[in-house]
């Protein structure tokens, strides 16, 4: 009979309750709607090798160190990693000490006096019968898996929001340059019209307008340098400093950007992405945790030893060994409750896990459409200035000769400044379209290149 209890012990003990995590069916094209070329994603680049602003490179590497968000979930990874160390001690027998002394005795002129101590060690073991804490062992590495997928997921965004802030700041100094220029082009045009007015060639209406479109230049002065100083707070945040003024590098139009965009294959997202990682580490900790409310339902047992000594009158050794065997008789299904919470849990973040998939692949899409149609409007958005640089000119001398009014040329200018504004910002968001692009394919992290420190596995389930 005893060997037969043995049997059954050891036999609950290599048993593991509740599903393993498989990956779930999800959605995966085979190619994306947009056609981009074919060949090396650039989510196989470090990003900083798709522009050549050796400042951009200094800012990122900069945030990268001081950064308080990445510094935020550098901290989560540490803690995680602290739960799964306790989490994991219950793989191993836990040992105690204990020492108690006493002195007793009276007062009375021929009183005694006695005196006793104990010393022992108490060492307890519960047995893993249904895989309880090797589930919850699962679980908790799959969340600190998670946690680095997050700070993976942090870091990208980081790199693509000092990226899109950098160049941003080049398209407003760009702006600002522009409409400076635009405002001393429209001094000297108020400086003729005036002249003319005042030798009565033309009415008071023209001069007022060549006021008022100067005055509207150098409103855009003021506009411009208030949004350039916003951009450099918040760049400097994102730096983990106080606002400072921001180096500057290469000119916007001389920032390098490859013709050819090569994006790879939608499949690749499922193991490049950190959220649609971090989001899978989660459901696959989720569905550890059913295994450990399924061992809820069943007898648990815990081995105890105790060694020591007494010190008294006689001084003696004690010693015992115990075992306990507990488990759940009646508890009107509680215990099943607790299986159907986790469950339903999981399923839940299956859904999650779907749809972060779906959210990663509408995101790529709207990046490469993005790309496609940024490029061509900056083309034509260069060729709308020069055609509005050269109207204007036309205009300018047609009215210097008195073949046509100042409306005619108060029109063309104020469309060549709003061609030359909205050319700098369309070659601004061509080229963050390459870093949204990068950012939605999840480049920059490549397993060769991951440099995060991770636990022990080698005795933890996968």
Not at 40 to 69: H, P, R, Y
Not at 87 to 114: H, K, M, N, Q
Not at 259 to 280: F, H, N, Q, W, Y
Not at 339 to 348: F, W
Request: charged share 25%; with cysteine; aromatic share 6%.
């Amino acid at each position: 009979m005893r060997h037969v209890l043995l049997l059954v012990v050891f036999g609950a003990a290599g048993c593991t309750l509740g599903p393993n995590y498989q990956r779930p069916p999800v959605p995966q094209p085979e190619t994306y709607r947009e056609e981009l070329p074919s060949g090396e994603s650039i989510a196989d680049l470090a990003w900083w090798e798709v522009f050549g602003d050796t400042v951009l490179v200094d800012l990122i590497d900069t945030a990268l160190e001081g950064n308080k968000d990445l510094a935020v979930a550098m901290g989560r990874i540490d803690e995680a990693r602290a739960v799964l160390g306790i989490v994991r001690s219950d793989l191993f027998p836990r040992i105690d000490y204990v020492a108690d002394g006493s002195v007793a005795g009276t007062t009375a002129e021929e009183g005694e006096t006695s005196a006793s101590a104990l010393v022992a060690l108490n060492a307890s073991y519960q047995v893993d019968l249904w895989g309880r804490i090797r589930r919850s062992n699962e679980a908790a590495l799959q969340e600190l898996l998670a946690t680095e997928e997050a700070y993976r997921g942090v870091t990208i965004a980081l790199v693509a929001e000092v990226a899109n802030g950098y160049l941003l700041l080049r398209d407003l100094d760009n702006r600002l340059q522009i409409s400076e220029q635009t405002v001393e082009a429209r001094r000297q045009t108020l400086d003729v019209v005036e002249s003319r007015f005042n030798a009565g060639v033309v009415s008071e209406v023209d001069l007022n307008q060549a006021q008022i479109e100067l005055l509207e230049a150098e409103v855009s002065v003021q506009t411009f340098e208030r949004l350039r100083a916003q951009t450099e707070n918040a760049l400097s945040v994102l730096l983990g400093a106080p606002p400072m003024s921001i180096e500057r590098g290469l000119p916007l139009d001389e920032q390098l950007l490859s013709p050819d965009v090569p994006t790879g294959l939608p499949s690749e997202l499922l193991e490049r992405r950190p959220d649609i990682m971090e989001a899978e580490r989660r459901l696959h900790a989720q569905t550890a945790r059913i295994g450990v409310a399924e061992a809820l339902k069943f007898p648990q047992l815990t081995l105890t030893a105790d060694l020591g000594a007494q010190f008294d009158e006689v001084n003696t050794g004690v010693f015992g060994l115990a075992a306990q065997l507990f488990g759940p008789l009646f508890n009107a299904g509680e215990n099943q409750r607790r299986v159907d919470v986790e469950v339903a849990r999981t399923e839940q973040l299956l859904h999650v896990y779907q749809q972060t998939i779906l959210n990663a692949l509408r995101e790529v899409e709207d990046a490469m459409v993005a790309v496609r149609t940024y490029r061509d409007e900056h083309e034509a958005r260069s060729r709308q200035v020069a055609a509005a640089q050269n109207a204007a000119d036309l205009s300018w001398v047609r009215y210097e000769g008195g073949l046509t009014s100042y409306l005619e040329v108060l029109d063309l200018q104020r469309s060549l400044f709003a061609s030359q504004l909205k050319a700098s910002e369309t070659l601004q968001l061509r080229l963050t379209s390459v870093v949204q692009l990068y950012q939605a394919l999840g480049g920059g992290w490549v397993a060769a290149q991951d440099t995060l420190s991770g636990p022990d596995r080698s005795s933890l389930p996968e």
